[in-house]
């Protein structure tokens, strides 16, 4: 029986000489607790303890994909961790003692294994028991606190947790100062989630604080509780405020300095230990030097200290691009404020400058002026032009005139031979040059007084009855057809010594008037006759159309001793000036060289009456451009407004 008791004792030392051998057999890489930021978990007797192992990371493997398992053990008992009901759960990475003993002090295992490495990880459990007498765990957490302001305890068992969140466990916090339980809501305590608020602290509230997190686990219900350490100091720094950027939108033009103030609002007494910083497309702006195009300034200043209504200081730090680039537009640019409180942040969004709308409005509308402008003065300059042009293109808008019941085109009227103000060129012109051009050449019919005019028809008569069939008027004058005056001629005293306001003939002169209209026994009869049957039918009733044709250039002072109707209808419509078109022709034949023989000054004169006669010059434009249009659309009863040209 002792030999058989002496041979299990080593086999089972043998066992576990393989066991804690297994790992180095295998040749597993050593990862140390410590440079993964996990230090050792203490306990205390009746508590829920949780080892955790860090070797599930990214920095070892890939373990989104490449497969692997892990191996708890404990190196006391060289056993490997199996679950226990009611007492152990193993969960890959983590092993949960429900009921923690002093028994379970100890060093713990984790090997895992892929199929090409092996690592291997060391956890300490140290189970204590309380202080006697006391609430709080043997090992405490430190914090401190701010007198008269707010503050927030953190509790310490955010890894419990977080844990318990992601298998879907429900937990909940309670607080205890000292071993007095802190009611939620209660005076100046208010729980927040992870956190225990405390308003306007003071020295009172220093001392110890106990957060407990309590669970289901594994079909058992557990607690565990961490102690802090809590002093009350009068020196602080709490959570800076980023004032400025405020998310906002700022636009810059292109190729402009561009300067943006982070302002940043740190509650405190005494120093603030807040560190600003810009930040752009995720990266730090660390560049102080104004040779590059995007800096900062050296460190963040201390613009001035606050005593209301919240102690603290403003802080300052400036963002310089010296000459904005397209890339530097459509970027969010970010000002941080790292404390140990906490991290806040603003932010404003680059963006170029909206187009000055105006300008290219104002362009427009400028532009649509100037057209504008050049449009009347072309149409102003070449109406009489477009007009013949449209006229000679498109006839068939205008109505036949054939129809219309009147024998001439014009009705010419000039001052006769023995008439105050006749000229010889006046004659002429009326005799030979317009009938030269408006009959010869363009096809117009014309009554010219002297050529027309029957032998025996007394003067009022031939007045009346060719006006009457005349569809225009030719009223040719000079300077002096208006200006001199009979004395001893009634005729000449007044307009209405001649005709009545209805157009019918004074009784008292028609006797005398009645002879041959070709005769000279009262010349300046016809001469009014004329002119006030035009006037009146021009101005009052509005039947005819009267075209002044000017022979001679009129000086203002002439022009005052003309009839107050032909005044009033050469202001309302113009005249058509036969001076102008000579004077043309004769600054043309200045021009001439001096020297040349007769023969050659004799051609240039008939180059001369061939320009003056020509229908393309702009006096005859302006004569065709008066005259009645030669259209090709038959008469109908009803009016058309179609081009009234």
């Known amino acids: 029986m002792g030999f058989i008791s002496t041979l299990g004792t080593i086999l089972f030392f043998l066992g576990l000489c393989r066991i804690c051998k297994g790992s180095e057999q295998e040749n597993c890489t050593n990862v140390d607790r410590h440079f993964w930021r996990f230090g050792d978990i203490f306990s205390v007797p009746g508590d829920v303890a949780m080892l955790n192992s860090s070797l599930v990371s990214p920095k070892l493997f890939n373990f989104t994909h490449v497969p692997y398992n892990i191996s708890w053990y404990n190196l006391k008992t060289g056993q490997e961790l199996n679950n226990e009901t009611g007492r152990l759960l193993v969960h890959r990475e983590n092993v949960w003692f429900l009921n923690v003993t002093l028994a379970d002090t100890g060093e713990y295992e984790t090997i895992l294994r892929t199929p090409s490495h092996c690592y291997r990880q060391v956890t300490n459990l140290t189970v204590e028991e309380p202080d006697a007498g006391e609430c709080a765990r043997p090992r405490r957490a430190k914090q401190n606190m701010t007198s008269g302001v707010t503050n927030k305890l953190s509790c310490p068992l955010m890894d419990y947790i977080e844990k318990l969140n992601s298998y879907d466990i429900r937990s909940s916090i309670t607080w205890h100062k000292g071993c007095q339980r802190i009611e939620d809501g209660t005076g100046m305590f208010t729980y927040l989630e992870n956190y225990l608020k405390i308003d306007r602290v003071t020295s009172e509230n220093s001392g110890t604080y106990t957060c407990t997190v309590t669970f289901t686990l594994g079909g058992v219900s ?319 009733e509005g039947t005819l159309k009267v075209i002044l044709v000017e022979l001679e250039e009129i000086s203002p002072s002439q022009l005052e001793q003309f009839p107050e109707s032909v005044r009033h209808l050469r202001k309302r419509q113009g005249a058509v000036c036969w001076w102008k078109n000579k004077k043309k022709t004769h600054v043309w034949r200045t021009c001439i060289k001096k020297g040349e023989d007769e023969e050659k000054e004799k051609g240039e004169q008939n180059m001369e009456l061939s320009a003056s006669l020509s229908p393309s010059s702009r006096f005859w434009k302006e004569m065709r451009y008066h005259m009645p249009v030669r259209g090709k659309r038959a008469a109908y009863p009803e009016k058309t407004a179609l081009l009234n040209l």
Not at 242 to 270: D, H, W, Y
Not at 371 to 376: E, N, Q, R, S
Not at 439 to 453: N, P, Q, S, T, W
Not at 456 to 462: F, K, P, Q
């Open 222 to 540: 557990g607690s565990v509780s961490e102690t802090i350490d809590t002093m009350v100091i009068g020196r602080y720094s709490l959570v800076p405020q980023v004032r400025e950027p405020a998310s906002e939108i700022i636009k810059a033009p292109m190729g402009s300095n561009f300067t943006k103030q982070c302002l940043v609002f740190v509650p405190s007494v005494g120093e603030p230990e807040v560190d600003v910083f810009w930040v752009v497309r995720g990266r730090l702006i660390s560049s102080h030097l104004p040779s590059d195009r995007v800096y900062t300034t050296e460190k963040h200043k201390t613009l001035r200290w606050e005593d209301s209504p919240i102690k603290g200081a403003w802080l300052e730090r400036l963002l310089i691009i010296s000459e904005l680039k397209t890339e530097d537009y459509y970027l969010n640019y970010t000002c941080r404020a790292f404390s140990a409180r906490g991290n806040p942040m603003g932010y404003f969004t680059l963006l170029p400058t909206d187009p000055n709308v105006m300008v290219p409005i104002a362009s427009t509308l400028c532009s649509l002026a100037l057209l504008f402008i050049i449009g009347v003065i072309i149409l102003y300059s070449f109406k009489v032009d477009i007009v013949l042009w449209f006229r000679m293109s498109f006839p068939v808008f205008y109505t036949d005139k054939d129809s219309d019941g009147k024998l001439y085109d014009a009705y010419v009227a000039y001052p006769q031979k023995s008439a105050f103000g006749f000229s010889k060129d006046v004659e002429m012109f009326a005799l030979h040059t317009l009938p030269e051009v408006l009959e010869k050449a363009c096809g117009y019919k014309l009554f010219i007084v002297g050529r027309d005019c029957l032998p025996g028809e007394a003067i009022v008569d031939s007045v009346e009855e060719n006006i009457q069939a005349s569809r225009r008027m030719f009223l040719l004058y000079t300077a002096s057809t208006f200006t001199r005056k009979r004395p001893t001629s009634s005729t000449s005293s007044n307009n209405n010594n001649i005709i009545m306001s209805d157009g019918s003939v004074d009784s008292d002169n028609t006797d005398s008037q009645r002879v041959n209209s070709c005769e000279v026994e009262y010349p300046d009869a016809r001469q009014q006759l004329e002119r006030v049957a035009a006037m009146h039918r021009a101005l009052l």
